[in-house]
């Protein structure tokens, strides 16, 4: 069975979907609970949702996970449920919007969710035609603020990136591992050198370093999401020239790319993000994964709907989901229970839970100009 580093219910299986979809910007952190919250809840209230899927169910990925936290809710007795696969292709996209127009007519449903950054454009529109309709986004915040109505539920990335950083600093000297090097060498391959990516890589810089102060990383970006060629590129580099041993991919499908490499060479791991990759894979990719980084979508809907029993409500706000409210975590089955050592499950399980009690506070690369030129400082002093 599944065992996800997470405190709340593991339902996450997702898909490396666009890591990267959501812009930086100010959120309520959620972890400080109802503060910034309105009280306006019932709680014991069942809800009617409508869960808009811009894709297929299937896909060991964001919809999974999201429709699996439903299910879940829905078995609790604290929702009813109705889900529409409208399909992902480019001929299903003006379905998107006419599924949202009539669901959002028919005045039936207290919650519409949707998600990823596929679908802010036609959700502003709709939500801002239906201001008594409430909607819910995951993984965007595009137009956070824009409706009083939605409420966007985002992931700490650099939380997420710190648990990643232990993991591979403590793997990339561990040379009783095939492929791996005694050099304290790790990669990274972004998609865009922005805040959000870069949120991602401060806490992987942070976290690696709490394990050993002179680990080097090997930065680059691919400046988009789907360009695996040049991710294999960066790969084959990072691995031949730099001696690299593990690589993050966090630049959407681009990042496979890097993958790729460290199949090609034999020389090197792949870690994934966003969900667990050594299962939508093929696999032979699925072997070289070491783990994957996770955004738990099921988990933050069971925490949105455990506000909403508090009377706590974030509407036109972002929520920020971290460790504490399952909102992210790392895969610990598979390929990561296999090789990683003892030592080195401890020391993840020691960075989450430092991370919980506050003794250690990640930073973050989003939120002003300062934090955004921090980690580009820090990412060229650990340059190999």
Known sequence: MKKFIALALALAMSLSLAACGSKGGSSSSAASGSASASGSGESGKVYNVCNLVNGNLGDKSFFDSAEAGLEQLQADGRITLRTIQMGGTDEDKPSWLSNLYEVSESGEYDLIVCGTYQMPDYL????????????LIYDDNTYVGA???????TFKQNDLGYLMGVFAACMTTDTNVN????????GFVGGVDSPV????LYGFIVGAQSVNPDVKIDTRYTNDYVDTAIAKEYGLSMINDNKCDIIWGVAGNAGNGAAEAALETGKAWFLGVDSDQELTFSSDLAAITLTSGLKNIGNALIWF????????????????????????????DKNYDKYASDETKAAV??????????????????GSDEA?????????????
Do not use: H
């Open 124 to 135: 502003k529109e709709v939500a801002s035609q239906y201001p008594d309709q409430k909607y």
């Open 147 to 153: 409706n009083d109505n939605v409420v966007n539920v």
């Open 179 to 186: 492929n791996i090097n005694p050099d304290a060498v790790l």
């Open 197 to 200: 990516i870069n949120d991602f």
């Open 305 to 332: 709907f455990d506000q909403l029993d508090e009377g706590n409500t974030y509407w036109g706000q972002e929520v920020n989901l971290g460790i504490a409210e399952g909102g992210v975590g790392i895969v610990t």
């Open 349 to 366: 399980e020691a960075a989450q839970q430092a991370i919980l009690d506050g003794s250690v506070t990640v930073p973050t690369a989003i």
């Open 372 to 384: 955004a030129q921090a980690v580009v400082d820090l990412r060229e002093a650990v340059r190999p």
